[in-house]
């Protein structure tokens, strides 16, 4: 961390101040007219042509800086330093050139040597103090901050940033030291009592960063802040019954104040009197000045720790009203979206994502919570329009091609959901749990395209990444078994499936199919027997299946029996009642 960021308002930095430069070397340069140059062998004024020349070579490495061409600025620069070698200004300039290449090594050079030329120029030892802080040379920035502090004694901004070193170095008594000498100039500063405080608590000197926090509210007893500042102090370091009176001091000056109704709600929550603390949250939820941020954070660390019907109740309270506060913070309705969900409240819940979504479209999992809920409530249309609103957000993102590809093939929409898939498969990482589920359904796409070698190729995708998966092998293994291709390759997936799972009735279905299309109807039929043993969503074809197998192994009778079976559950093949009515199977 730069130490600027604490104090520099006091001052602009050099380097962000070209026309400074000009004054500079104004100055310099004017003063240069009557300055003798001095080395051990002889003592001569420099001509009036000499620095006629100097400002000629240094205007040009000026307009350089202005354009930003710093490395062309250097030799210029460099020629007006030959020519008036102990000019400040000139080194000064040259140093921020260097600055600007990032060569601090050089700048730091040059202005040590102009600050050598000019020891009482306060811009060269600060500029140079921050150049030493900026490369972490901070006993070297801390000396020249000491000299600056000898120079002027009364500029505080020298011991804050004096004190801001120290920290950096972890000399953290010297930097408080440094913090009172500021404030003896300045007066009781809630900045540098916030710092002192900072230091304290760091080294667990929590005592001493409270009377800091007292110090201040003496300074303004009715300024809130001071007061909300020290009782949130003192909470964070166990203090509650210290913190007591302050927060109380906090409702008598402002009784709505939200940030008192949170801390007095941690209080309660911490003595374990939840249903005041609850209200107290309420009290702080009601007042529109608690921004939505801070309402956001506190509902989150609440949901969290909900442990009852009773917290759930308070949390819905907490959150509509946030929405409706803050009807246009995302956070707060993906928030109330979670809790719908949890309660079961699936559309509801669909629904505060969308509006997360339309409020903030960047949220990658809001936007896959909502397609995953248009499954679930099979509204596949809205699957299909959020998952393109997703896409158009997150292009790169496999998994909302994939969510919209599967939309598409539920809505039989095969070609969309191959170009949609095609996509997915080239943005998923390789060897990934998606990438299986991706081939696994572009192969089911394609193969109702009648598109087989895309189709096989996509399978053997999926199983590359995962030999077993169940869909696959399944689909693949009875596909091929429709085509009465490649056979004994099918057997062996069907086959590796009835292994894993010997109580499926759809597994055991598509091993016995394969069979029967490689003429085995013994071990057909006694895969079909389990399988009608097993049939616990009542499939027609499975009982089907079972009839064209006793009538291959001369059966008949029992044959019609089962395609009767079939008939009545439904979902048979176009053939069934041809075959009842002539009582023969037909292909």
């Known amino acids: 961390m730069n130490h600027h960021t604490y104090y520099s308002a006091s001052r602009e930095h050099a380097y962000h101040k070209l026309f400074l430069w000009s004054m500079i070397w104004v100055l310099s340069l004017h003063q240069a007219f009557a300055q003798k140059k001095e080395n051990t062998e002889k003592k001569e004024v420099i001509s009036a042509a000499q620095m006629l020349e100097a400002e000629s070579f240094f205007t040009e490495g000026m307009k350089y800086c202005m354009i930003e061409e710093y490395e062309k600025s250097i030799i210029p620069f460099e020629k007006a330093l030959d020519l008036v070698p102990n000019n400040s200004g000139i080194l000064y300039a040259l140093s921020q050139a260097y600055h600007k290449l990032d060569q601090d090594e050089r700048a730091i050079a040059s202005l040590q040597k102009a600050l050598a030329f000019a020891p009482e120029n306060s811009v060269y030892a600060e500029t140079l103090a921050e150049l030493y802080a900026n490369n972490k040379k901070y006993d070297e920035s801390f000396k020249v901050y000491q000299q600056l502090i000898a120079n002027n004694p009364q500029n505080s901004t020298y011991y804050l940033e004096q004190a801001a070193l120290l920290m950096m170095a972890n000399r953290y008594e010297e930097a408080i030291k440094s913090f009172d000498k500021a404030e003896k100039i300045m007066g009781i500063n809630d900045e540098i009592i916030h710092q002192k405080q900072m230091v304290l608590l760091k080294n667990g000197k929590v005592d001493e960063a409270i009377k800091e926090g007292e110090k201040l509210i003496a300074s303004d007893p009715d300024e809130l802040e001071y007061l909300i500042d020290q009782a949130e102090l003192l909470i964070n370091n166990r203090r509650n019954e210290q913190a007591i009176p302050y927060v109380e001091k906090i409702l008598k000056l402002n009784p709505s104040n939200a940030q008192a109704h949170v801390m007095l709600a941690q209080l309660y929550q911490e003595k374990g009197d939840l249903d005041q603390s609850n209200k107290e949250l309420e009290l702080a939820f009601s007042d529109p000045q608690l921004d939505a941020t801070t309402k956001v954070r506190i509902l989150m660390s609440y949901v969290t720790s909900m442990k009852d019907e009773r917290s759930k109740a308070t949390a819905f309270t907490l959150v ?268």
């Open 320 to 587: 509509k009203k946030l929405t409706l506060s803050n009807p246009s913070d995302p956070k707060g309705h993906a928030i109330y979206g979670d809790l719908l969900f949890q309660k079961g409240e699936i559309a509801e819940a669909r629904n505060e994502y969308v509006k997360a979504a339309r409020l903030d479209k960047s949220v990658h999992e809001v936007w896959g919570r909502i397609i995953q809920l248009d499954f679930d409530l099979n509204q596949i249309d809205s699957a299909i329009v959020h998952s393109e609103e997703a896409i158009e957000v997150f292009p790169n993102q496999a998994v909302f091609w994939y969510l919209n590809g599967s939309a598409y093939y539920r809505k039989r929409n095969h070609a969309k959901t191959a170009e949609a898939l095609q996509e997915a498969r080239r943005l998923a990482a390789d060897g990934s749990d998606l990438l299986q589920h991706i081939c696994a359904q572009l192969g089911d796409a394609y193969n109702s395209l009648g598109i087989h070698a895309k189709s096989d190729e996509a399978y053997d995708a999926a199983l590359k990444v995962n030999p077993d998966n169940d869909h696959v092998l399944n689909n693949y293994s009875y596909f091929l078994s429709l085509r009465k291709e490649r056979l004994s390759y099918a057997a062996e997936m069907a086959n590796r499936l009835v292994q894993k799972h010997p109580n499926n009735g759809t597994y055991l279905d598509t091993y016995a199919w394969v069979l029967y299309e490689m003429k085995d109807y013994t071990n057909a039929k006694i895969y079909l027997e389990k399988a009608v043993a097993n049939n616990i969503n009542q499939s027609g074809t499975i009982v089907e299946h079972l009839g064209d197998v006793l009538f291959q192994l001369g059966d008949t009778q029992k044959a019609v029996e089962q395609w009767l079976k079939a008939k009545s559950i439904g979902g048979t093949s176009p053939l069934l009642e041809k075959k009842i009515t002539e009582k023969k199977l037909i292909e």
